[in-house]
């Protein structure tokens, strides 16, 4: 872990307004310094030249299956669905993350130092996903603990894998995550009282205790819907539980921009180039991001999968393109994507104490023009082509 200078090109903290030919300093691990031209650059420190370049905070997707649905896409590496059951709460994603997953190369090799990876959507509630750094060898390396969220999911995905057995309609989706979540705080209420008594639960419930911090709002209800119904039904449960919620995609929330705004809704958007292959998917439209970003939504931009995460940025030029503001692009894939997973703390800016998480563009990160020419993580270069 070296200690580095990075200057002559135009910084982007998304902290505040860009630095022209600035300094970037890097230190154990950390940002070090973040200033102008005149910035001093101590002595020991090996300078980067960024001269006619673009440096920015690395690149994070708030919600991605990245070494849960692994690549190649074969039956082998297809870790992310468990479709024993639409109640799915006790699984760990963190379990079926492969480190030597090929496409992390690939995605770091874009701009991205971290990524919110976890199950997909096929049930109700799908497990636990995490913020993980793309970069170790073993999970334990890789997965930030305490940024744990529960995936759940509606519409046609958890309606069709368990039609005839669990649910089969939209109504019965709801219905039987009501009861889940409703078990659960029977179960919580127990194990409360039994502990107060200092007994023992007779039986543990592996589901209903992995619910627990989420009734509680310590873990974020991670809620995929696309359609705008989908949306609502997933906003009046979330209240009915008092959760912690995140709408996952959010297709068709351009239709109700004023109802997620008034009630304060975080959404992770996303892909824009999502096709017509579902029915709930017939209405996606570019514009999305703009139209809630302007209502006031707090928007993150998403690519939804593996490998395609490399192609983000490009997707957010394209919601630049359908009248979405560039500064707000850029924040939707750095800091407030980190805010929305509980890491605004550590990473998605450049500045001074936060980790040194670090990507370099020949360009504007959202022209598909550019390339991503340097990736640093935690101060560590893993990539470098200036």
Same mark, same amino acid.
């Given at each position: 872990?070296?200690?580095?200078?990075?200057?002559?090109?135009?910084?982007?903290?998304?902290?505040?307004?860009? *630095?022209?030919?600035?300094?970037?300093?890097?230190?154990?691990?950390?940002?070090?310094?973040?200033?102008?031209?005149?910035?001093?650059?101590?002595?020991?420190?090996?300078?980067?030249?960024?001269?006619?370049?673009?440096?920015?905070?690395?690149?994070?997707?708030?919600?991605?299956?990245?070494?849960?649905?692994?690549?190649?896409?074969?039956?082998?590496?297809?870790?992310?669905? $468990?479709?024993?059951?639409?109640?799915?709460?006790?699984?760990?994603?963190?379990?079926?993350?492969?480190?030597?997953?090929?496409?992390?190369?690939?995605?770091?090799?874009?701009?991205?130092?971290?990524?919110?990876?976890?199950?997909?959507?096929?049930?109700?509630?799908?497990?636990?996903?995490?913020?993980?750094?793309?970069?170790?060898?073993?999970?334990? @390396?890789?997965?930030?603990?305490? &940024? $744990?969220?529960?995936?759940?999911?509606?519409?046609?995905?958890?309606?069709?894998?368990?039609?005839?057995?669990?649910?089969?309609?939209?109504?019965?989706?709801?219905?039987?995550?009501? @009861?889940?979540?409703?078990?659960?705080?029977?179960?919580?209420?127990?194990?409360?009282?039994?502990?107060?008594?200092?007994?023992?639960?007779?039986?543990?419930?592996?589901?209903?205790?992995?619910?627990?911090?989420?009734?509680?709002?310590?873990?974020?209800?991670?809620?995929?819907?696309?359609?705008?119904?989908? *949306?609502?039904?997933?906003?009046?449960?979330?209240?009915?539980?008092?959760?912690?919620?995140?709408?996952?995609?959010?297709?068709?929330?351009?239709?109700?921009? @004023?109802?997620?705004?008034?009630?304060?809704?975080?959404? &992770?958007?996303?892909?824009?180039?999502?096709?017509?292959?579902?029915?709930?998917?017939?209405?996606?439209?570019?514009?999305?991001?703009?139209?809630?970003?302007?209502?006031?939504?707090?928007?993150?931009?998403?690519?939804?999968?593996?490998?395609?995460?490399?192609?983000?940025?490009?997707?957010?030029? *394209?919601?630049?393109?359908?009248?979405?503001?560039?500064?707000?692009?850029?924040?939707?894939?750095?800091?407030?994507?980190?805010?929305?997973?509980?890491?605004?703390?550590?990473?998605?800016?450049?500045?001074?104490?936060?980790?040194?998480? *670090?990507?370099?563009?020949?360009?504007?990160?959202?022209?598909?023009?550019?390339?991503?020419?340097? &990736?640093?993580?935690?101060?560590?270069?893993?990539?470098?082509?200036?």
């Amino acid at each position: 872990m070296g200690k580095y200078a990075i200057k002559g090109g135009s910084v982007w903290t998304m902290a505040g307004d860009n *630095i022209n030919e600035g300094v970037v300093l890097v230190a154990d691990g950390k940002i070090a310094g973040v200033g102008a031209a005149d910035l001093a650059i101590p002595e020991g420190y090996e300078v980067i030249d960024a001269t006619g370049k673009v440096v920015i905070p690395g690149l994070i997707d708030p919600h991605s299956h990245l070494s849960l649905f692994g690549d190649p896409s074969v039956w082998a590496t297809s870790d992310g669905n $468990e479709k024993s059951g639409a109640i799915q709460a006790k699984l760990r994603g963190m379990d079926s993350l492969n480190p030597q997953d090929p496409a992390i190369k690939v995605v770091r090799e874009g701009g991205f130092t971290a990524v919110y990876t976890g199950p997909g959507s096929s049930n109700l509630i799908g497990g636990t996903g995490f913020v993980m750094k793309l970069r170790g060898s073993t999970a334990e @390396e890789m997965v930030i603990p305490g &940024t $744990e969220g529960m995936k759940m999911a509606l519409g046609e995905n958890p309606k069709r894998n368990y039609e005839g057995k669990t649910n089969g309609t939209r109504m019965g989706n709801a219905a039987v995550l009501r @009861e889940a979540l409703y078990k659960a705080q029977d179960y919580m209420n127990a194990k409360e009282r039994a502990e107060a008594e200092g007994k023992p639960l007779p039986n543990k419930d592996l589901n209903s205790e992995a619910l627990i911090p989420v009734l509680k709002g310590e873990m974020s209800a991670r809620i995929h819907a696309h359609r705008a119904d989908d *949306i609502m039904t997933a906003i009046r449960i979330s209240e009915e539980f008092g959760l912690d919620y995140i709408i996952e995609h959010c297709t068709e929330g351009y239709k109700i921009p @004023e109802v997620l705004a008034a009630k304060k809704v975080r959404a &992770t958007v996303g892909p824009l180039n999502m096709g017509h292959s579902k029915q709930e998917l017939w209405d996606v439209s570019w514009k999305n991001p703009a139209v809630l970003a302007e209502a006031g939504v707090q928007v993150s931009l998403q690519m939804d999968t593996s490998a395609h995460t490399i192609y983000l940025p490009i997707m957010a030029g *394209i919601a630049v393109k359908e009248g979405m503001k560039h500064k707000d692009a850029m924040r939707g894939i750095t800091i407030v994507a980190a805010e929305m997973l509980g890491v605004g703390d550590r990473m998605g800016s450049l500045e001074v104490g936060k980790d040194a998480d *670090i990507a370099i563009f020949s360009g504007d990160p959202l022209s598909n023009f550019s390339k991503c020419q340097f &990736t640093m993580i935690d101060g560590v270069v893993y990539f470098n082509k200036l």
